[in-house]
C-alpha cells in the first residue's frame, strides 16, 4: 500500500468526513515530502492497532477535535494547541490500510503525520441539510453485514399518492435511491396524511431506514404472491398494486444480484435493529 498524492478537492472532502486527527509524528522535511519516514509512522501506528493497543488512548494530548473548516483551510485544536491543514498551500498524501487512514501533510518545509478519526454515519448524516423544499435530499448508509447500502432520499412531490382516493394529493412524495456497489435503483415513497398537513417535510436516518423496510415488505410480497390470484386473496389488492410488488423485487434483484444478499435476512436485520 503505498501513499496517494491528493487535489486540493480530494483533501476538501476528506477533511470533511472527519471529526478529530491523531498526531502520530512532525518533522522538518525540505522541499520534498520524505514519504518512506512518513509512511513508516503510519505502518507502526497500523501494526500496533492490529495488537489491539489504541495509542492515540494513552496519548490524548495529540488527538486534536475539528473546530472549523472553511474553503481554505480546516482548524483542529486540543486545549489551546491547533494545527491547521491548508487545503491549497499543502502536499496531501493519503494512506489506506484497510479501514484505517492516515494523512499526510507537508506545509513549508515540515511534514505532519495523523491517523484520521473519522465520523460515524449518523453523524455525517446529522451535517446534512434538513429537507425543507423540494429537490432536498439526505443521504444515509445502512450497515449490513459489512456491507454498505447507500440510501438518498429527496422530496419530490412530482407525483399524487395513488393508493388515496380521498385525498391523493396531500401525501409529501419522495423518491428514494438505493445503491450497492455499482448498482442502485429508485422507488417512490409517500409520507403520511399527518406529516402533510402539519408541515413535517425532515426525515431522519431511521425514517430512511423505515422506508428502505417498507419497500423490502412490497418486494416480500411479489416473493409470496407468484400469481395475482394469491395475492387478492391474502390482500384484496388490485393488478396495478401487484404489478407495483413485481417492479419492486425486479429492482433489489437488479441491485443486489450476486451479493450475497438476502431479501428476507435483510429485512428482518432492519426490523429488528429498529424496531419496526
Not at 477533511?15 to 505502518?43: D, H, M, P
Not at 497500523?46 to 477535535?65: C, H, M, N, Q, R
Request: charged letters at 30%.
Amino acid at each position: 500500500m503505498e501513499a496517494k498524492k491528493l487535489t486540493v478537492n480530494q483533501v476538501k472532502n476528506l477533511v470533511n468526513s472527519v471529526k478529530a486527527i491523531y498526531r502520530l509524528n512532525g518533522f522538518v522535511t525540505g522541499k520534498r515530502t520524505n514519504l518512506q519516514k512518513a509512511t513508516k509512522e503510519c505502518r507502526f501506528d497500523y501494526a500496533e492497532l492490529g495488537k489491539g493497543i489504541d495509542t492515540s488512548l494513552s496519548f490524548p494530548e495529540s488527538v486534536f477535535e475539528k473546530e472549523y473548516q472553511v474553503d481554505t483551510k480546516a482548524l483542529f485544536d486540543n486545549d489551546g494547541v491547533c494545527y491547521e491543514i491548508w487545503f491549497e498551500d499543502s502536499k496531501c498524501y493519503l494512506l489506506e490500510m484497510h479501514e484505517t487512514k492516515y494523512l499526510i501533510v507537508t506545509s513549508c518545509g515540515y511534514c505532519n503525520v495523523y491517523r484520521l478519526i473519522e465520523k460515524t454515519e449518523s453523524e455525517k448524516f446529522e451535517d446534512q441539510p434538513a429537507i425543507v423544499s423540494n429537490g432536498d435530499s439526505k443521504k444515509a448508509v445502512l450497515d449490513y453485514n459489512d456491507k454498505k447500502i447507500e440510501l438518498t432520499c429527496t422530496l419530490s412531490n412530482t407525483k399524487v399518492c395513488k393508493w388515496d382516493n380521498k385525498y391523493p394529493e396531500s401525501h409529501n412524495h419522495y423518491i428514494v435511491k438505493f445503491k450497492f456497489g455499482e448498482n442502485s435503483a429508485k422507488f417512490d415513497f409517500f409520507d403520511s396524511l399527518h406529516n402533510f398537513e402539519t408541515g413535517q417535510t425532515g426525515k431522519t436516518e431511521i425514517d430512511i431506514f423505515e422506508m428502505l423496510y417498507i419497500f423490502l415488505s412490497d418486494c416480500q410480497i411479489a416473493t409470496d404472491c407468484y400469481f395475482f390470484e394469491d395475492f387478492q386473496t391474502e390482500f384484496g389488492g388490485t393488478k396495478e398494486n401487484y404489478n407495483a410488488c413485481k417492479r419492486a423485487l425486479q429492482k433489489f434483484e437488479r441491485v443486489f444480484a450476486g451479493s450475497g444478499i438476502d431479501l428476507y435476512e435483510l429485512s428482518n436485520y432492519i426490523q429488528e435493529k429498529y424496531n419496526f
